[in-house]
Nanobody
Framework: QVQLVESGGGLVQTGGSLRLSCAAS????????MAWYRQAPGLQRELVAS???????HVLDSVKGRFTIARVNTENTVYLQMNSLQFEDTAVYYC????????????????WGRGTQVTVSS
């Protein structure tokens, strides 16, 4: 079993910055891709950014140039640096990880964090 614990959300004014963190913990596993999703009230959850174990990233068009995803593999941690925040970025942000049990690389399991609220005041 793997747990994902997010931190770093909060209230910020338009134009401000926040840094989200997500740490994966558990035993006997390998973390493959990691990602951040967000869900605003009344809207579907959307992929904000993802990063593979080798560092290949993908970022949602609307946040390109403002958000950066990074990870530290030795710590099973992923970060989302969010700059120039806008009101439209207000949402609950969820960490997501694709995990394989140690020695079973062909097995893929998906885990989610509980989410962290990001509120941008206009």
């Amino acid at each position: 079993q793997v747990q994902l614990v997010e931190s770093g959300g909060g209230l910020v004014q338009t134009g401000g910055s926040l840094r989200l963190s997500c740490a994966a913990s558990g035993t006997m596993f390998t973390v493959n891709a990691m990602a951040w999703y967000r869900q605003a009230p009344g809207l579907q959850r959307e992929l904000v950014a993802s990063i593979t174990s080798t560092g290949v990233t993908h970022v949602l068009d609307s946040v390109k140039g403002r958000f950066t995803i990074a990870r530290v593999n030795t710590e099973n941690t992923v970060y989302l640096q969010m700059n120039s925040l806008q009101f439209e970025d207000t949402a609950v942000y969820y960490c997501n990880a694709d995990v394989s049990p140690s020695g079973r690389a062909w097995v893929s399991e998906t885990y989610w964090g509980r989410g962290t609220q990001v509120t941008v005041s206009s």
